[in-house]
């Protein structure tokens, strides 16, 4: 079957690019509210794109036409952010955090989430495995309600048992993090297998 795209609604555009672009990683992103709060959103547009500098993109949509959702606002005045990879056992913190509240309310506290210091005024949620404190590089428009947020990752904490290190090369035990993807409509997928081939010279 072919798809115009051309002839479709941004709705079903959405659900046919979101069920063939998988297994999508999930950035789940913490900044701070005006009111001394924290916000915490879950976004599966977002991918890397580069080590040198290391940049990092995440695609955001309008609460509605005219309005910023609640983590671009706070990274256009803040220019700052804590990107957690979350895993498998914080699926249902995750989709709960999917939840649009009003601007200010916190799903950090919502949820009763845990936070611990990191290498910036922002802290990180003490049960995730991944977290990332990036600073906000550039954002580009894209059409009239998404814009790509380009993240430039400043510090990079791993939990220790995931880690190890091969001829000054760290390791990353992908299985144990068992990083939480998106997949199309409800669905979530999780990481059980990985296949190692040996690149070509």
């Not at 079903?12 to 999930?26: A, D, E, F, K």
Request: aromatic letters at 6%; hydrophobic letters at 35%.
């Amino acid at each position: 079957m072919i798809f115009k795209l051309e002839n479709m609604s941004s709705n079903q555009r959405y659900h046919l690019i979101t069920q063939t672009v998988l297994p999508r990683p999930i950035a789940w992103i913490l900044t701070a509210n005006q009111e001394e709060t924290f916000n915490l959103a879950p976004f599966s547009y977002f991918a890397a794109l580069s080590s040198e500098p290391a940049l990092l993109v995440v695609s955001i949509g309008n609460k509605n036409k005219n309005l910023n959702k609640d983590t671009k606002t706070n990274l256009l005045r803040e220019k700052e952010c804590i990107l957690h990879i979350p895993s498998r056992e914080l699926a249902d913190e995750v989709n709960t955090s999917a939840a649009t509240l009003a601007y200010g309310d916190s799903e950090v506290s919502q949820q009763g989430l845990s936070l611990t210091p990191f290498t910036s005024t922002l802290p990180r949620l003490s049960n995730a495995k991944v977290a990332m404190h990036c600073r906000l590089y550039d954002v580009h428009q894209l059409g009239d309600s998404q814009s790509a947020c380009y993240l430039e990752v400043l510090s990079i904490h791993v939990e220790d048992k995931l880690v190890s290190e091969d001829s000054g090369r760290y390791i990353i035990d992908s299985l144990a993090l068992s990083p939480l993807s998106r997949l199309g409509g409800n669905q979530y997928g999780v990481l059980t297998e990985t296949l190692s081939l040996k690149r070509p010279s």
